[in-house]
């Protein structure tokens, strides 16, 4: 987390505590007052009463020492409720503003994160692709040389465009400017098509995979391509190149499901559910060895969730992830 960022933690956790403390103390404070209060009151009434009459025997005296006993127990038991209530009340409401502002805090750090990433991002493709293309011009390069190049282009404006489609479409989708369409697919062939711009782009990574035909679904192809290459993409990002990766697709229970696995660094535990927020990712900017933006994930999710279905991860044997998506049959 950045110096200023943390020091405003700090200060704002600092506030937080201290008002909060204030506020139990002067309802401690008012608990006791009323109580004190209570007794002179009853102290009082009880003196006025051994005056007014005088023979404590009497039936007048003990209906009325009755009567000042159930006061006494009733204004007890209204403040002891009130300062419950209020107590309560305090506290959810501290809850809340504690997550709030830590949350707030959490996005503003990401958001910053993000743009840091986002402008190397960027940078990267664009410079890679100007110097080899300078380099094609310049010089006289052999054909394998040239292809080489190109290639190496194509998998850079390839990775640009995989990146700009996930701002955008992240950004349409939560302000309502994406209208997802609702047509059938066939979603086998989208993902045999993932699966094959995948193997044109990493013609190294050995990718197995087991599609069964004619999986129809209701949906956006834009999206669910997407959602197919994002997952692909982070298999490879995030596990070793001498590795198998595997995209299953099957039937189960009138549901589609797709598996996406690999055998990577996998995920810990109490990250599973984090790595789909917004801007998420695990580690540090000082101990990161990839490259991202935090959206990936969070757009699958988004997408999935727009076609009504769900996307959870779990560790794959022996090691690595699997993330399994489900979507409902057309
Ligand atoms: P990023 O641009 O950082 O890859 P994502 O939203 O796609 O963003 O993923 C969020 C985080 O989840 C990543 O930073 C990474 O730490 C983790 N992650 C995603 N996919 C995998 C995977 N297949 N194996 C291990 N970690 C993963």
Redesign the pocket.
Same mark, same amino acid.
């Given at each position: 987390m950045p110096d200023t960022i943390k020091r405003k933690l700090l200060w704002a956790t600092a506030v937080f505590w201290i008002l909060l403390l204030y506020i139990i103390a002067a309802l401690v404070w008012w608990f006791f007052s009323l109580e004190k209060q209570n007794r002179e009151l009853y102290e009082l009434r009880k003196e006025t009463l051994v005056i007014k009459v005088p023979d404590q025997k009497s039936a007048a005296y003990q209906t009325e020492q009755a009567n000042i006993e159930d006061k006494r127990r009733r204004n007890i038991s209204k403040y002891i409720g009130e300062g419950s209530i209020f107590l309560l009340l305090i506290i959810i409401g501290a809850v809340f503003i504690y997550h709030s502002v830590r949350r707030q805090f959490r996005l503003q750090q990401q958001q910053q994160n993000f743009v840091m990433a986002i402008t190397h991002e960027l940078k990267t493709p664009i410079s890679v692709s100007k110097l080899n293309l300078e380099t094609l011009l310049k010089y006289q390069l052999s054909e394998e040389q040239q292809k080489k190049l190109l290639h190496m282009n194509l998998q850079e404006t390839v990775r640009l465009d995989g990146l700009i489609n996930n701002i955008l479409i992240s950004s349409q989708l939560e302000g309502g400017g994406y209208h997802a369409a609702k047509e059938e697919l066939d979603l086998s062939d989208l993902v045999i098509a993932a699966i094959s711009e995948f193997k044109t782009r990493y013609p190294e990574r050995l990718v197995l995979s087991s599609i069964q035909p004619d999986a129809d679904v209701n949906g956006d192809a834009t999206l669910l391509k997407l959602l197919i290459s &994002?997952l692909l993409e &982070?298999?490879n990002?995030?596990?070793s190149k001498e590795k198998p990766i595997s995209c299953d697709l099957m039937q189960k229970d009138g549901a589609l499901v797709l598996q996406v696995t690999?055998e990577?660094?996998?995920?810990d535990d109490d990250?599973k559910k984090k790595?789909f927020e917004k801007f998420?990712?695990?580690?540090s900017e000082q101990t990161?060895k990839?490259?991202?933006?935090?959206?990936?994930?969070?757009i699958c999710k988004k997408i999935v969730e727009s076609h009504k279905g769900t996307i959870s991860v779990f560790d794959n044997e022996p090691a690595?992830?699997k993330?399994i998506v489900t979507l409902p049959q057309a």
């Open positions: &994002n &982070n298999a990002k995030y596990s690999d990577g660094i996998g995920i990250e790595v998420y990712r695990i580690g990161r990839t490259k991202g933006t935090g959206l990936g994930l969070y690595g992830t993330f």
